[in-house]
Structure formats: C-alpha cells, structure tokens
Antibody, heavy 119, light 110 residues
Framework: EVQLVQSGAEVKKPGESLRISCKGSGYSFTSYWISWVRQMPGKGLEWMGRIDPSDSYTNYSPSFQGHVTISADKSISTAYLQWSSLKASDTAMYYC????????????WGKGTTVTVSS | QSALTQPRSVSGSPGQSVTISCTGTSSDVGGYNYVSWYQQHPGKAPKLMIYDVSKRPSGVPDRFSGSKSGNTASLTISGLQAEDEADYYCCSYAGSYFWVFGGGTKLTVL
C-alpha cells in the first residue's frame, strides 16, 4: 500500500527549532516529488513548496521562502519540513503530499502533523 | 501567486446537483490544464477527487465531474449524497513548479 506516514504532534515555544517528517512507503520514493501544505486552524490549504527526492531540488512558495526548509533523505525515504525559529503564527496542521507520476497533482496525502507554538 | 477564488459555501438537497467554481488567472487556471480538486472531511486529510481538469482517479464516483472555461474551473457533484458534505479545494499548477490552492468551499447537504 502506498502511504505517507507523518511524525506526531508537536508543541513548541516561540523561537524554538523544529523538524517534522514524512516517510514514504509502498513506492519508489525517489520517483515522486513531495509537497508540503499548510492548513492554519479553521482555514484553507496553502502550498508551501516541494522537493524532488532524487536530487533534493526544492522550490518554495514566495509566502514561505526563507521561513521554512524542505529537505529529504532518500536513504530512508523521508522528507522533512523544518523551522529554525518558530513563531506563534506557525501553529497549524502540516500535510505532506506525493505528486503523481505526471507531476501536476497530489495523489497521496499524509494524515498531517499538528504543530502548536505557544509560550 | 494569489489564492484561487472559490465561493465560501454552497448547498444542495440529496439527489440534486451543485457546482463549485474556482477562478484564477491566465497564469494558473487559464494557462494550464492542470486543475485538481480535493475533498476534505473535518479532521481528515484532503483526498484527490479530480485531476487534469476533468479526470477521475480510480474509486471516485462518477457523480463527480470537472470542467474548465477560460480562467474558471468547476467541480460538479450530481446526485448529492449526505457523505458528500465536506470542504472542497481546487488547486492549479502555476508554472515553474509552483502550485496554488483555492480558498475552499464548504458544501452543505440539506
């Protein structure tokens, strides 16, 4: 079964760093891009950026460029989303999603990781 | 890139049809035949319902259909069922490996 398994919920303080993960299984991890999508409480989906796990090439939405880092470790079929200094406004659900073989849509989604940033 | 524009809410009775619009620009919806639609039930991850404007993944009922005209894409759900009540999001490729979502539409089945 093709699936993306995300790491568990996190509770952090402002200014702390954080890395959440997304492990792919049931398919060739390096053959499909991974995107990260944010959903703030009660709000809609926002595309953050994507990575090609085969070469770790990334690109980011202008709204998120410089605020987060997307990376991948193909040896363990895992993509990451990380922050160096969290803000309260980073409180949200974060989904990873696999792009289809044709690239242009996201066909498999993880269950999401809740990140809460509060002092 | 700005978010695509969707109506905040739509509603319909069981058995009826509803259409959700998704308006973008010539740089996204109008420029590519790469619009996809996602269904999200409360507390759940999004689920792909339509891709490449009008194609349905295996397992998605044929009550769901998609179309596009100019800068506006549409999702039509016919024969509404109670389980169709959810949030729906459109998403478009915007070139140069960028994607943009719509603001989402809450579908209520009366």
């Amino acid at each position: 079964e093709v699936q993306l398994v995300q790491s568990g919920a996190e509770v952090k303080k402002p200014g702390e760093s954080l890395r959440i993960s997304c492990k792919g299984s049931g398919y060739s991890f390096t053959s499909y891009w991974i995107s990260w999508v944010r959903q703030m409480p009660g709000k809609g989906l926002e595309w953050m950026g994507r990575i090609d796990p085969s070469d770790s090439y990334t690109n980011y939405s202008p709204s998120f460029q410089g605020h987060v880092t997307i990376s991948a470790d193909k040896s363990i079929s895992t993509a990451y989303l990380q922050w160096s200094s969290l803000k309260a406004s980073d409180t949200a659900m974060y989904y990873c999603a696999r792009h289809s073989s044709g690239y242009y849509y996201m066909d498999v989604w993880g269950k999401g990781t809740t990140v809460t940033v509060s002092s | 890139q700005s978010a695509l524009t969707q109506p905040r809410s739509v509603s319909g009775s069981p058995g009826q049809s509803v259409t959700i619009s998704c308006t973008g620009t010539s740089s996204d919806v109008g420029g590519y035949n790469y619009v996809s639609w996602y269904q999200q039930h409360p507390g759940k991850a999004p689920k792909l319902m339509i891709y490449d404007v009008s194609k349905r993944p295996s397992g998605v009922p044929d009550r769901f259909s998609g179309s596009k005209s100019g800068n506006t894409a549409s999702l039509t759900i016919s024969g509404l069922q109670a389980e169709d009540e959810a949030d729906y999001y459109c998403c478009s490729y915007a070139g140069s490996y960028f994607w943009v979502f719509g603001g989402g539409t809450k579908l209520t089945v009366l």
